[in-house]
């Protein structure tokens, strides 16, 4: 996707450049604002980096996560993640069962449900369906400061748009 400029903003598709901003937001903002996970007090932040340092790698180099460039300031203003998924799985699946025992118990506990609550939907898609891959969702988030400047809705539309296109 090439880069798509909406005011003062930025769209593109996040790249390992953008990495380690994108684990920031994702520890900072994301998980701190996240509905599963902003009530959950015993959680330290230094959990939730560790839990954006396992995920966010393997959703960069899928290439399909886009993000929002503050233009003015030429920071990360917000992220769509998202990641590939086929028969043998995905990196992010495979990212999660190797680093599980050492999130903190509240966030395996949430793990565990969605886990189970996708192996249920899911059934066998691969087969029945012949569906060869599917894009899944890890999340949406936009810093608080640029709440309300449609960055959330421009993300979503060209994230959209790219998947029409990439799959």
Do not use: W
């Amino acid at each position: 996707m090439e880069t798509v400029s909406v005011e003062d903003f930025d769209y593109s598709v996040l790249e390992e450049a953008d990495l380690e901003e994108a684990k920031e937001l994702v520890a900072t903002d994301l998980l701190r604002r996240a509905p599963l996970f902003c009530y959950m007090d015993s959680v330290t932040p230094e959990d939730f980096r560790f839990l954006a340092d396992v995920f966010v790698g393997g959703l960069v180099r899928d290439k399909v996560s886009l993000k929002a460039v503050h233009r003015p300031s030429g920071r990360m203003a917000g992220l769509r993640l998202a990641f590939r998924c086929g028969p043998c799985g995905s990196r992010f699946a495979d990212a999660f069962k190797e680093n599980f025992q050492r999130f903190h118990p509240q966030i395996q506990s949430v793990f565990s449900l969605a886990d189970r609550e996708q192996e249920a939907c899911l059934g066998n898609l691969f087969e029945r369906h012949r569906v060869k891959e599917y894009l899944s969702f890890y999340g949406l988030s936009v810093k608080e400061e640029f709440d309300g400047r449609r960055v959330a809705q421009t993300l979503m539309r060209l994230s959209l748009n790219y998947y029409r296109c990439v799959l």
